[in-house]
């Protein structure tokens, strides 16, 4: 006979075995549980007739044959499937009653980053009672960037230290100072001095904010030369980002790029002001038109945002950073305002890697073709004319190699030294790197040993250092200007030639301050939009 009509003539034994009426179904079924004289068919068949009783015991009798199945069936071996199906099964049947295993579910989705579940889950528990729940749940939306989801719970705890920094916290980020000027009586009830002078440092709130997202910005150096060319004027959304940008400079200042670049006191912006898309998994981009808006306008040739989440990259004048970024990710971003490019592979369809550079573009990457065709001092003077770094190759270490009637570009590794030997150093020379290659086109730098610009944790070398000493302003990034007025043309708004226009002053400023003739080539290049 087939196991389905077994187990339908067992179904059927119950039904006459078992009583039927609810009550007394139910009754029986903890009699036979308590006494342990209970077997799987009836356990079946009392959670099918919805016995609360029959559902906790097979839920815990499978929660102890193994807790492993206490995780997303999807995840698990294919033996601990139907069992965890089963398991998950059951725990929904009781969470809908249960706060406790409702919060056992909410934190196993949790773990599994099934924030939709988890967060369905944990707010059932919190209704029925769980306490932690609403504590996890508002740590979980604000790690989600879902403020005004904590904002409410958050207000219901506003008395508990602990979560009134927290609602502090978001009122500043979401700019809403109603909430934030009802909030500072508590804090200077609980004697939160700390942060009350934090806010005051950071003027948070402080200045007459015109029509939003217009605010009026303080600028004050936080270095005493005020004739810094490559000034930059940093803001967070929170103050715990706020801290991290003060932390970074003052490390910045203790590395050989710091002597480049200075910063103004570290800025609030609200993300109310903000335009921006962003995750972890791609980088930053915001809507940049919103820096037409400040009033007076800012006073720095660069500007930089710091957000929760998203990756890392400088945009022309505007450099983009996540609070999980230290100082190896400050130190290289800063290094592309200065003018070098990434050494890691850059997508295909970057703007650099389209097509072989008319001329030096960057302090360590040039993009040439591989191979050259003319007499080697034809093709050696074409490099001379392209390679930035030129200067510093020894007469004695080739650039290229004769295949066939053609020259193929690059520093032969037979020519390479030892880099195991710490007393021999790598010579400078044509590298190819990772930066772009295509058939048409590859991508070199100057020396084998990897730098900052291909991995944050290696060194920026003291070679790049020489780079910066021989010729500190003539890759760097146009000013935030130039990013303003993209977006204002991008949008159709006629003010974009007026930021064109702040941009091409920025680059008189910098060359006069120099006493020297304006760089025709980058003047030129930023009034047609070239970067």
């Known amino acids: ?27 029986y079924i903890e009699k036979k549980i308590t ?113 005004l989801e904590a904002k409410p719970l958050l207000y219901q705890l506003k008395h508990q230290p602990q979560e009134l920094n927290k609602l502090i916290d978001l009122a500043i980020t979401l700019g809403d100072k109603v909430l934030f000027n009802e909030l500072l009586p508590l804090l200077k009830n609980l004697k939160q001095s700390v942060l009350i002078e934090d806010i005051k440092k950071y003027k948070i709130f402080a200045s007459k904010l015109l029509t939003s997202p217009q605010q009026q910005v303080n600028q004050q150096l936080l270095t005493a030369d005020q004739h810094c060319q490559n000034s930059i004027q940093l803001f967070a959304t929170n103050i715990a980002n706020l801290y991290q940008l003060t932390d970074l400079i003052k490390e910045i200042k203790q590395h050989k790029i710091g002597a480049y670049v200075c910063f103004n006191q570290p800025q609030h912006i609200s993300v109310k002001q903000l335009n921006c898309r962003y995750d972890e998994n791609a980088p930053i981009t915001c809507d940049e038109t919103i820096w037409s808006k400040f009033t007076p306008e800012i006073n720095s040739r660069y500007l930089g945002v710091m957000l929760n989440k998203g990756g890392a990259n400088v945009n022309n004048g505007i450099m983009y950073l996540d609070s999980s970024d230290d100082i190896n990710v400050f130190i290289h971003e800063i290094s592309h305002l200065l003018g070098f490019i990434d050494e890691y592979a850059l997508p295909t369809q970057h703007r650099v890697c389209k097509k072989p550079q008319v001329k030096a573009f960057s302090h360590n990457i040039v993009i040439l073709k591989p191979f050259y065709e003319g007499t080697k001092a034809e093709v ?76 944050f944790e290696a060194p920026f070398v003291d070679l790049y250092n020489e780079f910066l000493v021989t010729n500190p302003n003539g890759f760097i990034m146009p000013s935030y200007h130039y990013n303003v ?39 030129n290049k930023i009034k047609l939009g070239g970067y």
């Open 1 to 27: 006979m087939k196991p389905f009509f077994i187990s339908n003539l067992l179904l059927v034994s119950l039904m006459v075995a078992i009583p039927s009426d609810s009550f007394f179904l139910a009754k």
């Open 35 to 147: 006494l342990n004289d209970i077997n799987e068919e009836e356990i079946a068949y009392a959670i099918k007739a919805n016995i609360k009783s029959a559902i906790y015991y097979r839920f815990f009798q499978l929660s102890d044959i193994n807790k492993i199945n206490q995780v997303k069936p999807s995840k698990q071996p294919k033996e601990f499937n139907q069992q965890s199906n089963e398991w998950f099964y059951l725990a929904k049947k009781l969470a809908h009653t249960d706060r406790t295993i409702a919060f056992e579910l909410a934190t196993i989705y949790h773990i599994e980053d099934d924030i939709e579940q988890a967060v369905f889950w944990y707010k059932k528990a919190a209704k029925l009672g769980h306490k932690k729940s609403s504590y996890v749940l508002i740590d979980l939306y604000i790690a989600e960037n879902k403020l």
């Open 485 to 523: 007025a993209k977006a204002l043309f991008n949008k159709n708004n006629s003010l974009g030639t007026q930021w064109l226009n702040k941009s091409l002053i920025e680059e008189q400023k910098m060359n006069n301050s120099q006493s020297i003739k304006v760089n025709s080539s980058r003047y």
């Open 380 to 455: 050696l003077a074409q490099l001379k004319n392209q390679i930035p770094w030129y200067i510093f190759i020894d007469k004695n270490t080739p650039l290229i190699t004769q295949v066939g009637n053609k020259w193929k570009l690059g520093t032969p590794k037979s020519h390479v030294f030892n880099e195991t030997n710490p007393n021999k150093i790598s010579p400078v020379g044509l590298f190819r790197a990772e930066t772009c290659k295509t058939e048409q086109l590859q991508a070199f730098k100057p020396i084998k040993t990897i730098t900052n610009l291909r991995y």
